[in-house]
């Protein structure tokens, strides 16, 4: 199994920027499309940022982020980020990582989940 543990929330001005991380645990995390998804007091979970695994890293986001958040990943250290520039208030929520078989957008398709980081972006 995909072991997920989220690092580098916190609390940002708007307009300020923050570097989200995903450490993982086991020897096939490569072969896994990797997700961020969020959620906020009160909400549903969302869908923020997709990688693809394998021998591409094929990209996907929100359309409430793109332009400002950029997903990637390094194999080598078993580790996806979640880079966030321009932040504003509504991107405060939970985040967390997923890994899934396949390049997906819906939480439903993600095997593991980590724990979640708080972002809090004050105005």
């Known amino acids: 199994q995909v072991q997920l543990v989220e690092s580098g929330g916190g609390l940002v001005q708007a307009g300020g920027s923050l570097r989200l991380s995903c450490a993982a645990s086991g020897r096939t995390f490569s072969t896994y499309a990797m997700g961020w998804f969020r959620q906020a007091p009160g909400n549903e979970r969302d869908f923020v940022a997709v990688i693809s695994g394998g021998d591409r890293s094929i990209t996907g986001y929100a359309d409430s982020v793109k332009g400002r958040f950029t997903i990637s990943r390094d194999n080598a250290k078993k580790t996806v980020y979640l880079q966030m520039n321009t932040l504003k208030p509504e991107d405060t929520a939970v985040y967390r990582c997923?890994?899934?078989?396949?390049?997906?957008?819906?939480?439903?398709?993600?095997?593991?989940w980590g724990q979640g980081t708080q972002v809090t972006v004050s105005s």
């Open positions: 997923a890994a899934a078989r396949s390049y997906r957008f819906s939480s439903e398709a993600y095997e593991y």
